[in-house]
């Protein structure tokens, strides 16, 4: 069983424009408290922009659809203790009652429990580089494939393969949508050299195609990927070099599994000297915005049906 408060309860019966947010950012993904004001900070866009967040955790074995502000701090403060849930991991944290921020995974699996449909997030999970020996492929790209909930992104991560991280989204037969661009983005920067499935220029345009999607009873999610703002935006090239120099240093610390995505980042963040959280902080609200912008107009599409 799943707790949605009050807000996010009466905007989903009322056909009200709902964002989930996730919490892995807040405990994995940042650094306290700029992970706390980050969280409330996006939470304040998606408002600022006609909409209801819905920041999603598990906080002591209940799974949470639209977390409190002291819920937050909590996940914030308690950093990487709290469990990082995907999928297989959401039984066991409820059961035995812990705290566990959600992926990306979870978090669309739970939105979709709660019937929201618009779902933020900084960037996917996807193939990580050297996956044909490892054969590290996050949950993220599964869940897309099942799971009916159209994800904002800015991209994949850069620390991943970006190009088998599409060619293994395409055959899951997910729709990967560029907004305002045919160019895949690289998180913290505009472009990867790969190309999306499609490029729509609108929210209302991105709207029709998943609500068209929904119509006909296709499975699975959509991905957009929106590019940071070109004014927060870190050069490939730049960015490139000290991610790979973060990549070889997990290999020889022996990290592997969930923690090499929270472990690259902080050490690009550190490497970078703290511009590569700029530009995730940046990126995220960006990601709310436009969001925000096609729940509402997904809402008005399911109003016109009634």
């Known amino acids: 069983m799943i707790f949605l408060s ?17 919490s892995t950012i807040i405990s994995h993904g940042m650094p306290y408290p700029q992970n706390v004001e980050t969280a409330l900070a996006v939470e304040d866009e998606v408002r600022k922009r006609g909409a209801v967040p819905a920041t999603i955790a598990i906080i002591e074995g209940v799974p949470t659809v639209g977390c409190t502000r002291s819920q937050i701090e909590f996940l914030g403060k308690t950093g990487t203790k709290a469990v ?18 959600t992926t990306v995974a979870a ?13 933020a997030t900084g960037g996917i999970g996807g193939v ?5 020996k490892t054969m590290d492929i996050s949950a993220d790209l599964a869940e897309l494939q099942r799971t009916a ?28 949508v560029g907004y305002r661009t045919r160019q895949m983005p690289a998180f913290y920067a505009r472009e990867s050299g790969f190309e999306t499935a499609y490029r729509l220029d609108s929210a209302e345009e991105i709207a029709q195609a998943f609500f068209h999607k929904e119509k006909l ?14 004014q927060y935006a870190l050069e490939s090239g730049y960015v490139s070099g000290f991610i790979d120099k973060a990549v070889a240093q997990a290999e020889k610390e022996g990290v592997h599994g ?23 902080i940046k990126l995220v609200l960006n990601n709310a915005a436009l969001a925000a912008d096609v729940a509402k107009s997904l809402c008005a599409l399911y109003a016109e049906e009634k």
């Open 6 to 22: 009050e807000e996010v309860k009466r905007a989903v019966s009322e056909n009200l424009p709902v964002v989930a947010l996730e």
């Open 258 to 280: 969930k923690e090499v995505t929270p472990y690259l980042l902080e050490k690009v963040r550190e490497l970078t000297e703290g511009r590569s959280l700029e530009t995730n």
């Open 149 to 176: 909930v159209l994800v904002v992104c800015a991209g994949a991560k850069s620390i991943l393969d970006i190009g088998l991280t599409l060619e293994n989204l395409e055959t899951r037969g997910v729709a990967v």
């Open 84 to 101: 990082k849930v995907s999928r297989r991991d959401i039984p066991f944290v409820t059961a035995k009652k812990l705290t566990g921020a």
């Open 128 to 132: 990580h580089r050297g996956a044909e």
């Open 107 to 119: 978090t669309m699996i739970f939105a979709h429990m709660a019937g929201i449909k618009v779902f």
């Open 217 to 230: 009873n296709l499975d699975g999610g959509m991905l957009v990927a929106n590019p940071v703002p070109e």
